[in-house]
């Protein structure tokens, strides 16, 4: 677990852009239980590679025409009880932090693990959601 004090400003970065963000398993499985809508979700993580590509890449394809219904994020080695729920969801992907995935009607339809965000940029990023939105949302 981090000290709450380094992941403040880290977690602020999605929720003054509008995510919200889920402390709790019950709150994950609300809002992705959902049967309609689509959902973005971000795990959000201390690393480099989610300071430099995933959060800013997250928040530029929200600039797409199309885009989710709800945004929300889990931040690892924070919000366990969140993040482990979360990673239930994102089966049959292993666990991965920084990550971002795309529900709707209540199933994975598109996933960024660690692997596809660690050295891509923000703007390669972007552009895979936004595609992803334009498919989905």
Known sequence: MYPIELTIPLSKDLTDFGFRGLKSADEVSKVLDK?????????????GCAAANARPGAKMALNNEKKPDDMVTVFA????????????????????????ALFKDGKLVHMLERRHIEGNSANVIADNLAHAFDVFC
């Open 35 to 47: 049967k309609e809508g689509t959902v973005l979700l971000v795990v959000n993580s201390v690393c």
């Open 77 to 100: 080695g924070v919000d366990k009880e969140a993040v482990d729920c979360a990673r239930e969801y994102l089966l049959p992907y292993p666990a991965s932090s920084p990550a971002i």
